[in-house]
């Protein structure tokens, strides 16, 4: 245990399980302490363990040449985007990391270290004078890390995904209402289970979006992406 404790503070640990295993319910220990978490629960530990040995190993690099077509926004960019996959994000959360990129592209929009430093969203977006206008976490997040996001930024956007999603909503609901600059949408199980599918080293998409629903093409296949507004 005390190898596991110098490798990744309790908060890393948190962040990383709710970020990249968001059907693991964490937050049902909220407000126990930190012993209580260790000791009672082993799926928990399991997840430590897992994360510390893949945190020395290196990212997987994956390429995504992009033409989008934003109707919505009035906005047409053709992105060749690089994503790392640190060892301990899933094939789910990388897809849905670029994903919401897509949703969200912008100029100045950069995918941030993310699971890899606490203190960068997943996804965001500095304007010139380094002022975070959009900050995008992925996954079930505890309200210390949304609240953090929230003192950072402008704006705020949440997507979960998983299994868990709407348990983790419907008790963490009524706390984060209080965050006027959050929105939060939901990703549906087998949206996610379909995106899984389409990853591969380089990939070549035709992205078209308009009322708020993305058609996204890869070769013959074509895939309608829509998420659910838990918060607005």
């Known amino acids: ?39 009672h629960s082993q799926h ?6 897992k994360t510390t040995y893949l945190m020395a190993l290196k990212a997987t690099i994956y390429k995504a040449n992009i033409e989008l077509a934003n109707m919505d926004q009035n906005y047409y ?18 897809m849905v990391r ?32 380094d002022e975070i206008s959009l900050w995008i976490e992925l996954g079930q997040l505890d309200e210390k890390r949304i609240k953090k996001a929230c003192n950072k930024a402008a704006k705020v956007k949440l997507y ?8 983790w909503w419907s008790q963490t609901q009524s706390t984060l209402q209080n ?16 995106l899984v599918k389409l990853l591969n080293r380089n990939m ?8 708020g629903q993305l058609w996204l093409t890869a070769g013959d296949e074509t895939l309608l992406i829509e998420t659910h507004t838990l918060k607005s």
Not at 44 to 49: A, E, L
Not at 160 to 167: D, I, R, V
Not at 204 to 211: L, R, T
Request: with cysteine; glycine share 4%; aromatic share 14%.
């Open 1 to 39: 245990m005390a190898i596991i404790t110098r490798t990744l503070t309790l908060n890393q640990t948190i962040y990383l399980i709710n970020s990249c295993y968001p059907n693991y319910s964490f937050h049902k220990y909220s407000g126990k302490p930190a012993t209580y978490c260790y000791y």
């Open 44 to 49: 928990f530990i399991k997840h430590i363990v």
């Open 77 to 94: 960019d053709s992105l060749q985007l690089t994503i790392a996959q640190h060892p301990s994000e899933t094939e789910q959360r990388l």
């Open 98 to 129: 670029l994903i919401c990129f897509i949703l969200n592209a912008h100029p100045d929009l950069k995918f941030g270290k993310g699971v890899s430093d606490e203190d960068e969203a997943a996804i965001w977006q500095i304007n010139y004078s």
């Open 160 to 167: 979960c995904y998983g299994s868990s999603a709407n348990t």
């Open 179 to 194: 965050y006027p600059k959050l929105s939060i949408e939901q990703f549906d199980t087998t949206t996610t289970s379909e």
């Open 204 to 211: 070549e998409f035709q992205c078209s979006i308009q009322d």
